[in-house]
């Protein structure tokens, strides 16, 4: 069993909350705080969908299955991460601001047109491209 400290949360969604995994800088852990059986198997049925195609996880975090913990069972994720290993920030912040959104335009631009890109190439459907979901 993992011990998640909840000092370790990196954020928080309409379903899920979201911690640093204690035993591996590289993964997370998204533990259910409000149920929603379907939408949580469906995803896992998906990512283990694409798991079998061999699709290239270069812009979306690998699924690596389920971990008992002290708060329930956890799904463990890439974390995605900045070169400083800090947590990456969403879309949504860079867009929160126009001093941010112009500061980072250029990068900004250039990423989404390569997420576009990645997606069509490796055929992969999401449901919730929101800018609060898109790490950059």
């Known amino acids: 069993m993992l011990y998640i400290d909840r000092a370790s949360l990196i954020g928080r969604g309409r379903h899920r909350e979201c911690y640093k995994h204690p035993g591996n800088r590289d993964l997370c852990i998204k533990l259910i705080v409000k149920d929603s059986p379907l939408e949580i198997k469906r995803e896992k049925q998906y990512y ?8 290239s996880w ?5 699924y690596y299955g389920d971990a008992e913990t002290n708060l329930g069972l956890g799904s463990v ?9 800090t947590v990456s920030k969403s879309l949504e912040y860079y867009l929160s601001s126009e001093e941010q959104t112009e500061k980072c335009y250029e990068s900004l631009s250039e990423s989404l047109h390569l997420l576009k890109k990645y997606l069509l190439d490796n055929n992969i459907v999401t449901m919730d491209l929101k800018p609060y979901n898109i790490l950059c």
């Not at 283990?48 to 699709?55: A, E, N, S, Y």
């Not at 994720?77 to 290993?85: G, K, P, Y």
């Open 48 to 55: 283990r969908h694409l798991q079998k195609r061999g699709i």
């Open 58 to 62: 270069d812009m979306i975090p690998r």
């Open 77 to 85: 994720f890439d974390l995605i991460s900045d070169h400083d290993l």
